[in-house]
């Protein structure tokens, strides 16, 4: 037996390391295949999203002022009408100060933090992200100069598209416009009561007093917008070209109510989301998209998502209805709804809503797949869809194929997220960034000499516009990187706010991955 032992010895020891190299084998194309799925690194992504909306500014810039190609901008907003209104954010490559993309922005990055804040804060960057927020609501509190009035929008879009200049040179009208009792406003007093509500919640614990003062804003901005009803773009005609509210003030309302109760857990404002629920809209909206315009399915999201706790029983018949809404939403963009209704999808699968500027629709879609796919797991169901069960793991996963197209996953191997991945947008439509900076050119570029000197030209922007979302490709996944092309390669702050929330779950989901195969190899070991 002794011989026969020592002579199957080699045989065990060939078949040993045959599985040996076969396991490794496999566990290399695990690996691989994973590397070609999963190769994006999402805590740069988030550092680089946050960094975008300091190049945005505008206004006087702090000593801590990342994005060194800006400089001080619009240091005279408002004085024409007597007001200050410095501050703020460009919406995208010009320089007017649009008030409702603006608030929306601000909601979705204030959304972003009291969801992921623990993320956030764990990669260093919840400071940014807080800072980002409160450049925003600053601007808010200037422009919200009594009860009843809201300064609109600073600047006129049509001078503005006029010239192609830098912000630090601008020659264009800083004319600031209003909403008041004679010239109402509804959706946006309403998305800016939401942005000042979700902010007042992100700055509940680091600074109270500021988040009292936010809180008493956007109840004043609220009780305004539901009394003097009326849609902003008939009051301002001047908004109509560029921000026109198409789906009316009806959502804003109920959004701005939402968040609200949210901030301050008084009943008056969830009676008012579940009173005003049919009347204003709530329940009759079926929506394939989420944006600065259209607020229904974030509004019916966070209403279904109350229905798991017992103070709300009272109020459950209305609550399923808003959940059965937020369902159709959520069903359409994962291709489960019957009758046409799902949204769709280039050859290589990003969700196409419009021509302009779609990448607003894919990251806010891929937000409230994400937090909603978190609360499906927290309350232990799945997404009931007509054409199938839908669990919390693969709504989050294709949230993450979106982001991993965005990232560079996709037919034209470019990142949409500019100065992300080795190929990404170099000639943004943006004014600021394809003009040499003003810190390294200070000479004055007037307002046609930009568009002589520096808008038709083929080389890259002088300045890379890091964190910007693009508006991206074509319903063929076809892109072209031309700095006329604007429908394509202008970016806008909306577009990358909602990022901010998904890149820090996608952080959660990597770390958790890598938890578990620890867990896995040790277990192993023990064996």
């Known amino acids: 037996m002794t011989v026969m032992d020592h002579r199957h010895k080699p045989c065990h020891f060939l078949l040993l390391l045959l599985l040996l190299i076969t396991v490794f084998s496999a566990v290399l194309a695990d690996v691989s295949s994973e590397t070609d799925v999963g190769r994006f690194d999402y805590g740069e992504a988030l ?11 505008s206004g006087r810039l702090p000593y801590n002022q990342r994005v060194t190609w800006r400089d001080h901008s619009g240091l005279t907003d408002g004085l024409e009408q007597g007001v200050d209104l410095v501050g703020g954010y460009h919406d995208a490559g010009d320089h007017v100060k649009f008030g409702l993309p603006m608030a929306f922005t601000v909601t979705m990055l204030s959304w972003s933090v009291i969801e992921y804040g623990d993320t956030l804060a764990s990669t260093g960057e919840l400071s940014h992200a807080l800072e980002a927020i409160k450049w925003g ?10 009860p009843n009035v809201l300064w609109a929008e600073v600047g006129d879009g049509d001078t503005d598209h006029y010239c192609w200049q830098r912000p630090e040179d601008m020659t264009t009208s800083r004319r600031a416009f209003k909403i008041d009792e004679n010239n109402p406003g509804s959706d946006i007093a309403g998305e800016t009561a939401a942005a000042m509500a979700a902010a007042s919640i992100v700055f509940r614990s680091t600074n109270p007093h500021y988040s009292h003062l936010l809180l008493h804003h956007a109840q004043q901005l609220f009780g305004f917008g539901d009394k003097y009803r009326g849609k902003y773009d008939e009051s301002l005609k001047v908004v109509k070209s560029y921000y026109a509210s198409v789906s009316g003030y009806m959502d804003e309302l109920l959004w701005g109510a939402t968040w609200l109760y949210r901030a301050t857990d008084n009943e008056h404002y969830m009676s008012y989301v579940v009173d005003m629920a049919h009347q204003l809209g709530g329940l009759s909206w079926a929506m394939s998209e989420f944006s600065w315009d259209v607020k229904y399915a974030g509004v019916q999201l966070l209403a279904s998502m109350l229905l798991k706790e017992e103070k709300h029983k009272q109020h459950s018949k209305v609550l399923q209805q808003y959940k059965s809404k937020a369902d159709h939403y959520l069903c359409s963009i994962l291709n489960k709804n019957i009758n046409g209704t799902n949204v769709q999808r280039t050859p290589a699968g990003l969700l196409y809503v419009r021509q302009w500027n779609n990448m607003q629709y894919v990251s806010t879609a891929s937000f409230l797949l994400t937090v909603y796919s978190d609360h499906l797991r927290k309350s232990n169901t799945d997404l009931e869809c007509h054409e199938g069960t839908v669990t919390p793991d693969e709504m989050l996963g294709f949230a993450k194929s979106q982001i991993d197209y965005i990232l560079g996953s996709n037919p034209m191997e470019t990142s949409y997220l500019v100065g992300y991945g080795p190929k990404y947008p170099t000639r943004v439509h943006h004014r600021g960034a394809s003009i040499a900076s003003f810190k390294e050119h200070k000479g004055f570029i007037g307002c046609t000499q930009g568009y002589d000197n520096w808008y038709g030209r083929s080389e890259p922007n002088p300045s890379v516009l890091v964190g910007a979302l693009v ?32 890149f820090a779950r996608l952080i959660e989901l990597e770390e958790q991955k890598l938890e578990e195969e620890d867990v896995s190899l040790v277990a192993t070991y023990k064996r």
Do not use: M, W
């Open 47 to 57: 550092s680089k999203s946050l960094l975008y909306f300091e190049a945005q500014r």
């Open 137 to 146: 609501t600053d601007y808010f509190i200037k422009a919200h100069t009594s």
């Open 471 to 502: 508006g991206g490709p074509d319903e063929q996944d076809e892109f072209d990187d031309r700095r006329d092309n604007y429908v394509q390669t202008e970016a806008c702050t909306y577009n990358t706010a909602p990022l901010v929330g998904v």
